[in-house]
C-alpha cells in the first residue's frame, strides 16, 4: 500500500496493488473511523504443454486498516478499481477541525 498526500486538494490517497483481482473480490469497510480494506484470491490455470499438464493456483486473504482522520463521512471516501489497482481517497482533514493559530495580542 502507498499513501500519497495532496496538499492543493486537502486529500489522501492510498493506492493498493492487486494483479489478478476484480473490484467484486474486494471489500471496503468504514467502522469507527478506521477504513479496512480486505479480499480474496482464488486463481487456478490448467492447461497441457508438450505432453505434461501444467496446473497453477494462487490463493490467499489479505486485509489492512487505516485510521481515517477525525470527522470523514463516509460520503466523502472514493473509491475506484483500474487494471489491479485500488484508489482510495479521502480528506485529510474536515476543515472545521482542522488545527487553527491564536495570535497572541
Known amino acids: 500500500m502507498d499513501l500519497h498526500e495532496n496538499k492543493e486538494s486537502n486529500t489522501v490517497t492510498a493506492t ?15 467502522h469507527n473511523g478506521r ?9 487456478s490455470n490448467d492447461h ?3 505432453g505434461y ?3 497453477e493456483r494462487r490463493f490467499g486473504k489479505f486485509s489492512r486498516t487505516l485510521e ?17 489497482v485500488l484508489s482510495i481517497t479521502f480528506p485529510k482533514s474536515v476543515p472545521e477541525l482542522a488545527p487553527k493559530k491564536i495570535n497572541i495580542s
Open 16 to 30: 493498493f496493488e492487486l494483479p489478478g483481482m476484480q473490484k467484486e473480490d474486494v471489500n471496503i469497510d468504514v
Open 35 to 43: 477504513l479496512s480494506v480486505s479480499g480474496e484470491t482464488k486463481i
Open 48 to 50: 497441457e504443454e508438450s
Open 53 to 55: 499438464a501444467v496446473r
Open 68 to 84: 481515517l482522520p477525525q470527522g470523514v463521512k463516509n460520503e466523502e471516501i472514493k473509491a475506484s478499481m483500474e487494471h489491479g
